[in-house]
């Protein structure tokens, strides 16, 4: 089985791990997603994380992927063994990682030279950028944004649901927002975050 996926979303060539056996096509795919993904948001939104960010390591960031997909796909949470079209070479993903969370760790300890905002985008681009699942790395990368976000008390980004699955106007500029933060310039992505909050 094949799906067809919007501009900038990681193709899936087969369905290789794909647990409920009702699913024919990309909605299907999504709606089940989507309601794993919710189940992931409320555990992980409804309490409070720790603010010194200590949590925010590498198993975590395993658990998060696998509790939004689990229920869905057999290798959710584990990283990815094979190229994509996008994102670092899998022998890389472990190692990206590690640099970004310490990255986080140093923008944490010195708040007076990043906003909590800027971080956040920051956490979320490179997510995207390293791509380290078969699948759900954009939207495992904005609820990891927003976990973080959370722990700081910070109000989170009302993210427009499907028109950041589908081909939109609010997709392309969210994806040109990642291609520009992908040439380290961030104002656009920051730009996109703070329009969406409350």
Known sequence: MRFDFPDGATPIEDAEGLIPGEIVTYRDL???E????LAAADKHLSRRKNQDGAWLD???LRKLHADMFGRVWRWAGEYRQTELNI???????????????????????????M??????VRLHHRLSWIHPFR???GRHARMAADVYLHSQKHPL????GDDLTVTTETRKRYLQALRAA?????????????????
């Open 87 to 113: 994102g670092v070479a899998p022998h890389k993903v472990a190692e990206e990682i590690g640099r970004l969370l310490g990255d986080l760790r140093y923008w944490h300890a010195n708040p007076a030279g």
């Open 58 to 60: 590498e198993p975590f």
């Open 182 to 198: 992908d040439q380290e310039d961030f104002g656009p992505l920051l730009a996109f975050s703070l329009s969406l909050l409350p």
């Open 34 to 37: 989507a309601e794993n993904i």
């Open 157 to 160: 980004p009302e993210w427009p």
């Open 115 to 120: 906003p909590v905002l800027e971080r956040a």
């Open 135 to 137: 699948n759900g790395n």
């Open 30 to 32: 999504c709606a089940v």
